[in-house]
């Protein structure tokens, strides 16, 4: 009953469809409509310890990369994945060149 009567009070706050504003007609993306993926990664097959070791993220190393990798106008998006054993980096791009070499 009281997860109810909080649901109902919360509800009664949110405007109804005839108080929401109208949308545009026309919606334009501001992203190329084409993206391709790029994966690049070493892991304990490809790579020994030591350079395994160079190349692997901390929590801290990983936000601070992850913000530069964002920042460059020709990655859209990136997923950075480190752990022991490997470290890969998938990037969704326009413009897959660019991006490569962005995130060297």
């Given at each position: 009953?009281?997860e109810q009567?909080?649901?109902?009070?919360?509800?009664?706050?949110?405007?109804?469809?005839?108080?929401?504003?109208?949308?545009?007609?026309?919606?334009?993306?501001?992203?190329?409509?084409?993206?391709?993926?790029?994966?690049?990664?070493?892991?304990?097959k490809t790579?020994?310890?030591?350079?395994?070791?160079?190349?692997?993220?901390?929590?801290?190393?990983?936000?601070?990369?992850?913000?530069?990798?964002?920042?460059?106008?020709?990655?859209?998006e990136v997923?950075?994945?480190?752990?022991?054993?490997?470290?890969?980096?998938?990037?969704?791009?326009?413009?897959?060149?660019?991006?490569?070499?962005?995130?060297?």
């Amino acid at each position: 009953m009281v997860e109810q009567a909080a649901f109902s009070e919360l509800s009664e706050d949110q405007p109804s469809a005839d108080d929401r504003p109208e949308r545009p007609a026309e919606i334009t993306c501001l992203r190329p409509s084409r993206m391709e993926i790029v994966l690049m990664g070493l892991n304990h097959k490809t790579a020994d310890v030591a350079l395994r070791e160079c190349l692997g993220f901390t929590v801290d190393e990983a936000d601070e990369a992850l913000q530069t990798f964002q920042a460059s106008p020709a990655i859209g998006e990136v997923v950075l994945l480190s752990t022991c054993n490997r470290v890969e980096l998938m990037i969704a791009t326009p413009d897959p060149e660019a991006a490569v070499a962005a995130a060297k």
